[in-house]
């Protein structure tokens, strides 16, 4: 099926530094989720867009939802440890009874 | 709120066996459930979608007679992978969606902790 397109695909960095990705795809989608997975864990949802432009905060984390409707970054500031994980965009199709369709996740590693 | 359950959170088994994994919605009533699977370092890929009473929707490439789901009740669904085999070893992960209240956005689900199988 279709993915979302992430990047980067995983980054390393030092604790207290602000985080940046993204997630593209090449059809629309009226919805914009950002999910995080620890290991061996399900899913939880972190941010929800559900309108082109939009800019929503959630603590240190802050999302935008693209004004063409094919793109939305996530950004974290002053990472911390517990930001360690796998990050996961998500699009949704108004009408498409809430089926998702993923990205291809960006793990995040923290260094001390 | 919007508790969604998982049983078992791992299984062994052998090869040839069939394994049931159920997915509960503790606190709502899900009248439609997802379920997923997840391989190493990779992204959640929808294998099907169920509404409560009626015949699961498998995505494309997704063996119906192998991975049977049954959405009996409002608060669970049930995957039993079928004659396991090593090549079903993988994470599964299901989502449930509430659709009797108004309250959440378009597309939103509340997903499980996952169940991790291995086929011996």
């Known amino acids: 099926g279709q993915q979302l397109n992430q990047s980067p695909q995983s980054m390393f960095i030092q604790e207290g530094e602000d985080v940046s990705m993204n997630c593209t795809s090449s059809?629309?989608?009226?919805?914009w989720l950002w999910y995080k997975q620890d290991p061996g864990e399900g899913p939880v949802l972190l941010i929800a867009l559900y309108k082109a432009g939009e800019l929503t905060s959630n603590g240190r984390l802050t999302a935008q939802f693209g004004i063409t409707r094919k793109d939305s970054f996530l950004n974290i500031s002053a990472s911390i440890p517990s930001d360690v994980g796998i990050y996961f965009c998500?699009?949704?199709?108004?009408?498409?009874?809430?089926?998702?369709?993923f990205g291809t996740g960006t793990r995040l590693q923290v260094t001390l | 709120g919007a508790v969604v359950s998982q049983h078992p959170s791992r299984v062994i088994c052998k090869s040839g066996t069939s394994v049931k994994i159920e997915c509960r919605s503790l606190d709502f009533q899900a009248t439609t459930m997802f379920w997923y699977r997840q391989f190493p370092k990779k992204s959640l890929m929808l294998m099907a979608t169920?509404?409560?009473?009626?015949?699961?929707?498998?995505e494309q490439g997704v063996e119906k007679d192998k991975f049977l789901i049954n959405h009996a009740s409002l608060t669970l669904s049930t995957l039993t992978v079928t004659s396991a085999h090593p090549e079903d070893s993988s994470f599964y992960i299901c989502s449930a969606r509430d659709g009797t209240s108004g309250s959440y956005f378009p597309g939103e689900q509340f997903f499980g902790p996952g169940t991790r199988l291995t086929v011996l």
């Open positions: 169920s509404n409560e009473g009626s015949k699961a929707t498998y």
């Open positions: 998500a699009g949704h199709v108004t009408g498409t009874a809430s089926k998702l369709t």
């Open positions: 059809s629309i989608f009226n919805t």
